[in-house]
């Protein structure tokens, strides 16, 4: 009888069950015994009427697009552009290699949130609250909330200064417009996400072609284009600065949020083949997302670039250059090379920002929903996520003008920085426990990678904030007094961070979210490994449940 028993483990378990591997192998059901495992002719009659088995690789591939245009925005939000165009003016091509692998490093960190998605039918925000206590999770609600905040204030204040140029309506006027208008577009959701998904597509092409527009105008040479994106160098005053800054706007912490729920509206079979075939298929989509996002990137640096650099530049537009932002930009581009340029870079700007705020809006959904589950209607959480994003950039406008907007947009770039470990560090975690993701989980080559980028991205950030603060405290003209004021309260305030910091890095993780099969049942374990759900033998694929409160938010009737 033990024998019997040993067979049966031996036919049903994968090798690699025990061993060193972190996934499970798929299972070779084809030399089983009818008794024990489904025929042949019993799956290919499942397949005859499972639509997924009939679609070819590109149908299915198709169906998974979508969640990686809406992340990939985060790489061309206002904030972005500005940080490109003013590494461009000082420096010209030579950061471009920056750019590269900064959006390597994202490709990387945004995988790792897709995957915690697919693999646990939970976001991120929803296994932070499963995991850490009352405190703790009402304080990392209160930073990703501040995160969507100070990301949607360049998103909004950039569709502004796009209105400002093409209508001449006034900042404040265009900040109420972008939050009335994000709202009418997210109204497409009750139509589906999906065509909510390709309006997000449509406007990021609508950016390739408005700055391959510009490019075409200035025409940079193309051997300084691939020079400065393949040979890494920094020389000139203030290149590492601007380098770590365009580093540290490429990870956006509200991203992964957003990243891990968004594949939640995808229907997924329940296998580790099926999980592993969906992973795969939003690596691909974000990886080609992600490459547009690139070429755009490019193509505003090397824009802003060839114009700055230029031998014939007036000293009014030199100035302009040397102190480059999202509204001055458009007065230099259309003196150097004419109105319709500047029309051009104002409808990106507009593409840019419009779509932007869409997606700050998509994650202040997911993080209210999965930290605090409110039991309120969707479109009333929609309402009341898009008014808090909006209110900072609306006083600022009406009090500062277009100056004190630019400003705000400095200061939100260093809040993002200082919210980037309280998303990603409970990512890496997550994403390497086999508590949250069982069999799913990295393996040791992905945890080392992705904790060196994670933990490079955070030091960057950490760095660059810290750099920041330091030197506005010695330059500022503050009284004495005031800057040892300042110090007694912002230090102490430093250490917190930094032992919060430490805190989550290495807590243990103690709730357990993934529930392993009997080992001591090796047809449980096959079905588990197949996706299959019926204990009679019969064939029938199951489904990771299908997030429908992620899939449309609708207006009220």
Partial sequence: MGSLQQQATDLALPKSWGGGSNRIAAVNVEGSTPESFPSNDNKNSDHNHDPDHEKPGWRKFLSFVGPGFLVSLAYLDPGNLETDMQAGANHGYELLWVVLIGLVFALIIQSLAANLGVSTGKHLSELCKAEYPVLIKYCLWLLAELAVIAADIPEVIGTAFALNILFHVPVWAGVLCTGLSTLLLLSLQRYGIRKLEMLIAVMVFVMAACFFGEMSYVKPPATGVLKGMFVPKLSGQGATGDAIALLGALVMPHNLF?????????????????????????????????????????????????????????????????????DSASFMLQHVLGKSSSTLYAVALLASGQ???????????????????????????????????????????????????GRLIIIA?????????????????????????????????????????????????????????????????????????????????????????????????????????????PTAQARMESGLSNLDGSFRADNVPYRQDLADIPLPE
């Fill in 258 to 326: 957003l990243h891990s729920a968004l594949v939640l509206s995808r229907k997924v079979p329940n296998s580790v083949r099926g999980i592993n075939a969906a992973c795969r298929y939003f690596l691909m989509e974000s990886g080609f997302a992600l490459f547009v996002a690139f070429l755009i990137n490019v193509a505003v640096v090397s824009v802003t670039g060839t114009v700055c650099l230029a031998d014939n530049l007036s000293s009014e537009d030199q100035d302009r250059c040397s102190n480059l932002t999202l």
């Fill in 355 to 405: 779509s932007s705020t869409i997606t700050g809006t998509y994650a202040g959904q997911f993080i209210m929903q999965g930290f605090l589950d409110l039991k309120m209607k969707k479109w009333v959480r929609n309402l009341m996520t898009r008014s808090i994003a909006i209110t900072p950039s609306l006083i600022v406008s009406i009090i500062g003008g277009s100056q004190g907007a």
């Fill in 413 to 521: 770039s260093m809040i993002l920085s200082f919210e980037l470990p309280f998303a990603l560090i409970p990512l890496l975690k997550f994403s390497s426990s086999s508590t949250k993701m069982g069999p799913y989980k990295n393996s040791i080559y992905i945890i080392v990678i992705s904790w060196i980028l994670g933990l490079g991205i955070i030091g960057i950030n950490v760095y660059y904030l810290s750099t920041a603060f330091v030197g506005w405290l010695i330059h500022n003209d503050l009284p004495k007094v005031g800057n040892v004021f300042i110090g007694i309260i912002v230090f102490p305030l430093m250490a917190i961070y930094i032992l919060s910091v430490i805190y989550l890095t290495f807590r243990k993780d103690t709730v357990v979210t993934y529930i392993e099969p009997d080992k001591n049942d």
